[in-house]
């Protein structure tokens, strides 16, 4: 194992790995099943990495497979050292990220420091009596007036506190009623989250993704939410200063392995002003996932003002940015653009061009649309199965899965599936194989700075510059096509949504929701 972590780490890197990578996160449940359980497992992500590494990504984060009761797909942990049995076990985990290294791909791992599930035994201790010594772990309150001990509600609807009957007490949960939130203004917390990061460091894991980390510090007194915040759950709005100090630590964890670790943060603030802290003085988190994009309709100004924004805000404070257009959470991006193939195309050659490191979900590269899932099949309490179908890898009936999986299929996978994809020059997989390709050429592309270009209506355009590697992005967003957009002499396109127009020289001229990367035409 430690041969193959060492052999992907560069020698003498031109920046952290991490501001260069392209992370690829896998939904294990979804990805690749190798028992015929309909579930999909670590064996099968094993057996489809090659699928990852061609693709040109250099990281993947695996959502959660920790053992757990699944009230929340595995966002709800009872073990947090051990694989759940439906997922393999440790000795599969080692292989795959021993695969996983042979193929130079970095591993990181969905980290859950929030809550815990209330199966978990440090709640079940916790809950057993006001007088366990872990009874404050969680966190416990006398109830008000008979009711919760706060306004505060769940993101998954209803009050954030539920009453334990046994001990007359309440206990908060932010998500579902079996993820009770851990309280980390206890030093005994902070330890065993600690040494459940290193468990996994020290099996070789190249970082985390941390769940909801924003939400770990609480304001001691647990105040009432103010009028126009109390309506929503916290998720979106809450920010404790204490959460920092807690971060400072957690840093410090992953600085005692020689410091090409990373912690990636998941912080659903949707304002970037409100990211930029999370950083803290480069001694907080190494990147914070930036949702913004998630959120916007397919209009260039929308789309010109957010990058526009969170690239000036985020340089300003140098702090590396991040994007994505899907997860797990969320629709896909090409079912919020209207289902459109071309606009995800257009999307992608935006994802893959901004500065900052982006982050893509399973299946995008092959263009699905969500599932549509009939109300008998639902099994997600935040109605997120459509975008956790499952991946379909080839044209066959059961489309490489052994058993009928746990969702439906996403629409068409008789054609729209990796194999197929693999084999058309011009499909989705091919456009992000190739945009890929040209991240890895250009320095100015992976590591340069941004510069937003003067360009029509309906269009967005910027320069990426490092040194003297330059690149130029257009992409259109109307329904009509457009002339005019940049200077056309001396370009050639690079990268293009479809790839006949690669090669060419730069005319000028967008069709509906096409995007281009330009380079110098030296020829
Ligand atoms: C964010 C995760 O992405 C989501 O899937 C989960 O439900 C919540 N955090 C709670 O862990």
Known sequence: MGDDSTATRPRRAEAPWWQSAVVYQIYPRSFADSDGDGVGDLAGIASRLDHVARLGVDAVWLSPFYRSPMADFGYDVSDHTDVDPVFGDLRAFDRLLAAA?????????????????????????????????RRDWYIWRDGRDGGPPNNWLSAFGGPAWTL????????LHLFLPEQPDLNWANPEVVEAMHGVLRFWLDRGVDGFRAD??????????????????????????????RTHELLRGIRRVLDEYGGDRVMVGEIPLLSPALLVPYYGRGDELHVVFNFTLMHLPWAAEAFRAAVAEADGLLS????????????????????????????ARAAAVLLLTLRGTPFLYAGEELGLLDAEVPAEARVDPGGRDGSRAPIPWDSAPGHGWPARPWLPWPPDPARRN???????????????????RARRRSAALRLGSWRLLGSPAGTLAYERRRGGDVRRVAIGFGEEPVEGVLAVSGWRVEVASHEEREGGRWDGRLRPSEAVVLEADRR
Not at 164 to 171: E, L, S
Not at 330 to 341: A, D, K, L, N
């Open 316 to 343: 300003a404070a140098g702090a590396w940015p991040s994007w994505v257009l899907s997860n797990h959470d969320q629709p896909r991006h090409r079912t919020r653009f209207g289902g459109s193939e071309e606009r």
């Open 101 to 133: 290294h042979r193929r130079g791909l970095r591993v990181l791992l969905d980290w859950v420091p929030n809550h815990t599930s209330s199966q978990h035994p440090w709640f079940l201790d916790s809950r057993s009596s006001r007088s366990s010594p």
């Open 164 to 171: 334990d009957d046994a001990t007359g007490q309440w206990y």
């Open 418 to 436: 990796a194999a197929a994809e693999d084999a058309d020059p011009d499909s989705v997989l091919s456009l992000y194989r190739r945009l890929l």
């Open 212 to 241: 909801v980390v924003h939400l770990i510090g609480k304001d001691e007194a647990l105040a009432d939410r103010p009028a126009g915040l109390a309506e929503r759950d916290l998720v979106g709005s809450y920010h404790e200063p």
